[in-house]
C-alpha cells in the first residue's frame, strides 16, 4: 500500500516568520486570534455559540499569506503602516473561510470539523446556514471597511467559491468525473481565496498591480498544491492527524485526484465505486500508482509557484522568494 509520507518539513509558519520577522508574525497572529474569535457579537448569541469551536480553530494559514505578500512588496515595517488593514483583511479571509466551511460541512453532511462537533451536528441545519450567511457577511463588511478593491476580491473569491462548489456538486457520485473537472472545482473551492490572500496583503501594503497579479498567482499554485495534498490525506491519514474522520470525500460521492488517477488505470474501481463500497474502493487507490501520481501533481503545483516567485523577484523585498518558496515546499510534507 502506498501512502503520503510527510518528510520533516520546515513548518510554514517558520517559514513565513523568516520573511517577516517571527516577533512581527506573532504579534499579528496574536491581534487577528482576538479579532476573529470576536467576530460574532453578543448581540446575536445563537451564532455566537454555534460558531465558537469553529472561529477558535484552524492554521491561519491565509491570513498569514496576506502578512506574507504585504511583506514582500510593501515597507519594511509593514505592521506599522498598514497594520490595521492587513487585521482587517486577513480577518475577511477567515472568515470568507469559515463560513464556507460550515457551509460545506450542511453539504457534505460532515459531523465534525478541527476534531469537533460540526455547527451542523450540534445546532442543526438551518443553524448551520445562518451561521455560514452571517460569517461571510461578516467578510463582506470587513473587507468593506478597508476599501473598495478590498471588497471586490472578496467579492471575486466567494464568487469562485461557488462556481467550485457548484462544479462538485455537479459531479457528486459520477466515475465519469474527469481530471479537468476536479482541477476546475479546487481551482475554485480552494485556490481562489489563497490567491485572494496575496492580492489583498499587495492591496494593503500599497503595492503594485503587477506584483498582485503575481503573488496572486503564487497564491493560486499554491492553493492547487494544497488540496491535493489535503484529497490524498483524507485517503490515507489518521484521523487524529488531519483533526476529521478520513475517507469523507469518497462517503459524500467526492471523487478527488487520487481515486480518478486510480480509475484510469484500473476501470473495475468503477464498479465499486457505484456499489458504495468505499473500503474497497480505498484500498484499490492506495495500491496503485495514484498516490505517487497525485503526489508528483502537488510538487508540479508547487514548482509552479516558485516560479511565478521568481518571475517577480526583482520587485520583492529580499528573502521572499526563499522564504514563500520554502513554504510551499514545506507544505507538500503537512501531516494536516
Known amino acids: 500500500m502506498s501512502t503520503l509520507v510527510p518528510p520533516t518539513p520546515i513548518e510554514y509558519r517558520e517559514r513565513i516568520g523568516a520573511l517577516t520577522g517571527p516577533e512581527t508574525l ?59 488593514r492587513l487585521i482587517d483583511l486577513g480577518t475577511a479571509v477567515e472568515l470568507l473561510h469559515a463560513g464556507s466551511l460550515v457551509h460545506d460541512d450542511v453539504m457534505d453532511g460532515a459531523e465534525t470539523r478541527h476534531g469537533a462537533p460540526s455547527v451542523n451536528a450540534a445546532q442543526g441545519t438551518g443553524t448551520a446556514i445562518l451561521c455560514g450567511d452571517y460569517l461571510i457577511a461578516l467578510s463582506f463588511s470587513r473587507a468593506a471597511s478597508v476599501g473598495v478593491a478590498e471588497v471586490a476580491t472578496i467579492a471575486a473569491a466567494f464568487t469562485e467559491l461557488c462556481r467550485g462548489q457548484a462544479a462538485e456538486t455537479r459531479d457528486l457520485f459520477r466515475p465519469e468525473r474527469t481530471v479537468a473537472d476536479y482541477y476546475s472545482c479546487i481551482e475554485g473551492k480552494t485556490a481562489a481565496l489563497f490567491a485572494a490572500s496575496c492580492r489583498l496583503g499587495v492591496l494593503a501594503a ?79 487507490v492506495l495500491d496503485s500508482s495514484a498516490p505517487e501520481q497525485t503526489v508528483a501533481a502537488a510538487r508540479k503545483w508547487t514548482g509552479r509557484a516558485v516560479e511565478v516567485l521568481h518571475e517577480c523577484a526583482e520587485s520583492l523585498h529580499p528573502g521572499t522568494v526563499d522564504a514563500l518558496g520554502g513554504m510551499a515546499v514545506s507544505l507538500l510534507g503537512r501531516a494536516r
Open 206 to 284: 500599497g503595492g503594485e498591480q503587477r506584483v498582485a497579479r503575481k503573488l496572486a498567482d503564487f497564491g493560486l499554485a499554491l492553493g492547487m498544491a494544497f488540496q491535493i495534498v489535503d484529497d490524498l490525506l483524507d485517503l490515507g491519514g489518521l484521523a487524529s492527524t488531519i483533526g476529521k474522520p478520513t475517507g469523507q470525500d469518497l462517503t459524500a460521492g467526492v471523487y478527488t485526484l487520487p481515486t480518478l488517477l486510480a480509475l484510469a488505470d484500473r476501470p473495475e474501481i468503477g464498479d465499486a465505486l457505484r456499489a458504495g463500497d468505499t473500503t474497497t474502493v480505498t484500498r484499490m
Open 26 to 84: 506573532s504579534r499579528f497572529l496574536a491581534e487577528l486570534e482576538v479579532t476573529v474569535v470576536t467576530a460574532v457579537g453578543p448581540e446575536v448569541p445563537v451564532v455566537a455559540k454555534a460558531t465558537t469551536d469553529v472561529l477558535a480553530g484552524g492554521k491561519r494559514l491565509r491570513p498569514m499569506l496576506t502578512l506574507a505578500a504585504a511583506t514582500a512588496a510593501g515597507p519594511e515595517e509593514v505592521l506599522a503602516t498598514a497594520g490595521r
